[in-house]
Every structure is written in structure tokens, then in C-alpha cells.
């Protein structure tokens, strides 16, 4: 059983910056896909970013390209999201996730295995 903590989100102003952290419970982490989704009130869960196991793969959803990025450090067993420049339609649940069965970055929530609680993102106009 993975278990993934998210933390790092909150209320902040449009044009501000945010780094989110998931960290992993097991050491197998270095080898999985990891994800980021969000989810706004009332609408599906959205593909956000993606890094593969090695870290040699990673790339973000049309929405949020060229003002976020998603990095891993294995040796902390933790991912980021560093986000720049928000806008209130970034305003969502982030949830962090795990696909441990995938050697590629997917992008649909179904193909990933384990979720953390979520943390709110809030952007005030």
C-alpha cells in the first residue's frame, strides 16, 4: 500500500507562486510514474503533470504550460509542483498520484493506482 501526503497548498493572490510536495511512503517510489491532477467544484479530475520513474520524462497539460513544472527527488521520495504565475482558474483540489503498474506518463486518473487526500488551491483575483 503507497500512501502519498500532499502538502504545500493554500490561499494566495492571482500571479503568485506555489510549490506543492507529495512524498511517498515506500523507497519503490523512485520507480513509479507519478501525476498531479486537480479538481475544481463540480467538474472531472484533470491531468495537471506527469514524471516518469527515472525523472526522464516529464511534461504538463496544455492549461498550465510554460507556468508550472513537476521535479522528483527519490533520495526524498517526493515530487513537486512548482507553479507560477496562478490564476484564479487554477483554483482546485490538487491530488498527487501514483501509477505503480505504468512505464509511461498516462494521463487519465484511471490509470493511477494510489491517491493522496488532496490540498486546496485557492487564487484570489
Known amino acids: 500500500q503507497v500512501q502519498l501526503v500532499e502538502s504545500g497548498g493554500g490561499l494566495v493572490q492571482a500571479g503568485a507562486s506555489l510549490r506543492l510536495s507529495c512524498t511517498a511512503s515506500?523507497?519503490?517510489?523512485?520507480?513509479?510514474?507519478m501525476g498531479w491532477f486537480r479538481q475544481a467544484p463540480g467538474k472531472e479530475r484533470d491531468f495537471v503533470a506527469g514524471?516518469?520513474?527515472?525523472?526522464?520524462?516529464?511534461f504538463v497539460g496544455d492549461s498550465v504550460k510554460g507556468r508550472f513544472t513537476i521535479s522528483r527527488d527519490s533520495a526524498k521520495n517526493t515530487v513537486y509542483l512548482q507553479m507560477h504565475t496562478l490564476k484564479p482558474e487554477d483554483t482546485a483540489v490538487y491530488y498527487c498520484?501514483?501509477?505503480?503498474?505504468?512505464?509511461?506518463?498516462?494521463?487519465?486518473?484511471?490509470?493511477?493506482?494510489?491517491w493522496g487526500q488532496g490540498t486546496q488551491v485557492s487564487v484570489s483575483s
Open positions: 498520484a501514483a501509477d505503480v503498474w505504468g512505464w509511461s506518463v498516462r494521463t487519465k486518473p484511471m490509470n493511477y493506482q494510489y
Open positions: 515506500e523507497r519503490a517510489f523512485s520507480s513509479y510514474t
Open positions: 514524471i516518469d520513474g527515472s525523472g526522464g520524462t516529464a
